[in-house]
């Protein structure tokens, strides 16, 4: 009796050793070939897996991506920091309130090419509210004391809420992950963009655009740090990340929790062309 209990262990240990193994080689497999599918099938209770962005240009991408990550290491986030550690974070948020109010056209006005009147009454009643009582935009009563937040939405999104796919990813120099659609539909906010229209001269322009993305990247905790520290490919997650969100953006939700919190995802920092306003 004992040995036959000994013999049915043995070959349970190697059944389960062998499973095991094939299991890795097939994640792997998946892991190497599509990313995208994966992760799909992780939080979507073995649905059929489907691929969130197409991306034709992966080479390029990924050759951009490398320049950007360096840049972020060797000159963006040590300039943040720098900034941090001078300017008060009292006073970083108060820029990033400002900065978030004169956006306000943008937000409303694709509030409204979408249909969506509750969204863009909140943002009228924001401005009016943070710009009298917060001070020209300083602060933001109407979320801290009435509990009443931004509704992000860009001109991206409104072409997928019309039925636009992505057209195909991309990652653009010092600005980061895109698609053809976002692209564009950053292209079109531009115009809306009051510093478009404050009668300043184009160096002005772009140290303007400068001092926002330095400033909101002070805000930043280190999330892009973590991305890089936890994955084993950084660029498939952010890449997978991006559309995730994208695609809640624009009503469909893909997975059943949110795993991308924080300001490194935040719409406004991937907003195409945002930083310099093309």
């Known amino acids: 009796m004992l040995r036959r209990i000994l013999i049915f262990w043995c070959l349970t240990c190697f059944l389960c050793t062998s499973l095991s193994l094939a299991a890795d080689v097939n994640n792997s497999k998946i892991a190497g070939d599509d990313f995208d599918a994966a992760f799909g099938d992780e939080f979507n209770n073995n649905k059929p897996p489907r691929k969130l962005i197409a991306d034709p ?13 360096k840049l972020y290491f060797y000159l963006f986030k040590p300039v943040a920091k720098g900034y941090r550690l001078v300017i008060p974070r009292p006073a970083r948020v108060s820029v990033s309130n400002v900065f978030s109010n004169l956006a306000t056209p943008i937000r409303a006005g694709n509030a409204l090419l979408q249909l969506k009147y509750r969204d863009f009454g909140t943002e009228i009643y924001r401005f009016v509210i943070n710009t009298t009582f917060g001070i020209g935009g300083l602060f933001d009563p109407a979320e801290s004391v009435a509990g009443v937040k931004p509704r992000i939405e860009d001109f991206g ?10 057209g195909f990813y991309l990652v653009l120099p010092v600005v980061g992950p895109s698609s053809l659609r976002d692209g564009m539909g950053s292209f079109v906010d531009s115009f809306a963009d009051p510093f478009r229209y404050a009668d300043l001269e184009t160096e002005e322009y772009l140290w303007v655009k400068l001092l926002d993305a330095t400033n909101r990247l002070s805000l930043d905790r280190d999330t892009y740090e973590g991305i890089v520290r936890d994955s084993i490919d950084p660029y498939l997650f952010i890449r997978t990340a991006y559309a995730q969100r994208r695609l809640a953006q624009v009503g469909e939700n893909t997975y059943n929790i949110n795993l991308f919190q924080g300001p490194l995802f935040d ?6 062309l945002d930083w310099f306003g093309y």
């Open 57 to 69: 240009l992966e080479p390029i991408n990924r050759g951009v991506f490398w320049v950007n990550d």
């Open 157 to 166: 999104q409104t072409l997928g809420y019309y039925g636009a796919g992505h």
């Open 267 to 272: 719409s406004d920092l991937l907003n195409p």
